[in-house]
């Protein structure tokens, strides 16, 4: 069983804000990533979809990037639930059927695949105060992290599993880590592929007022 330790420290990261003026005379904000290479970097101009299959890069500068996040499906584990996720995507919108562009729409639980919780999880009182996953603070994933392989029986603080501890411990356990407020949960981590070592941490949750926890994608960098 694997587990991940942090120290965190502040990590810069460039972005490019553009700002422009529509014709309605309302500002319009752009944010594109700076990035030294293309976001496909399988796709040119003059090949189609059909033709070409994506292929993401896993490395970053001089560094390796290990993706810790896992990837959703119908049948992935999720709490509360026997049967899985369940259908979670839909395209409420197919260029095949007319329309201009392709749009799909998301439905599941915060508390699905790869997630942190906040206090509001398990505390009302912090759940109406506002202790919500849009108030964490971003510093909090982000930093240098410790990544290291415990045996069984061993007491820990963060593991590679659907939550926090079984299902019958949960509520307690989470009441102990959440209630001082300053330890924040993420569960649902993928790390069978990473060896033990010392990594640079990256894990940002979604924006979501009065969410009592969210979907987070989840990398270490070496």
């Keep these: 069983m694997k587990m991940m330790m942090k120290d965190i420290k502040p990590l810069v990261h460039v972005l490019l804000l553009l700002l422009a003026l529509s014709c309605s005379t309302s500002w319009v904000l752009t944010v594109a990533i700076t990035s030294s290479s293309d976001a496909y970097p399988t796709l040119s101009d003059s090949e189609c979809a059909g033709d070409i299959v994506p292929l993401r890069r896993e490395v970053y500068g001089d560094g390796k990037i290990f993706d810790i996040s896992f990837r959703y499906s119908e049948d992935m584990p999720v709490w509360g639930s026997d ?80 939550a926090v501890t079984t299902y019958d411990d949960a509520i307690p356990a989470h009441l102990v880590f959440l209630d001082a407020r300053e330890i924040v949960l993420v569960e649902g981590v993928k790390l069978d592929h990473v060896q033990p070592g010392i990594y640079s941490l990256h894990c940002l949750p979604l924006r979501l007022p009065k969410a009592d926890g969210s979907p987070a994608r989840c990398i270490l960098i070496k």
């Excluded at 790869?114 to 108030?135: I, K, L, Q, S």
Aim: proline share 4%.
């Design 83 to 162: 049967e899985g996720l369940g259908q979670f995507l839909w395209l409420r919108m197919s260029m095949k059927n007319g329309s201009l562009v392709n749009v799909s729409e998301l439905k599941f639980i915060v508390h699905s695949g790869t997630h942190v919780d906040t206090p509001a999880h398990v505390f009302d009182n912090y759940f109406d105060a506002g202790f919500d996953a849009d108030a964490l603070d971003l510093d909090f994933p982000n930093g240098v992290a410790l990544l290291v392989d415990v045996p069984r029986d061993k007491n820990i603080t963060g593991l590679d599993y659907l």
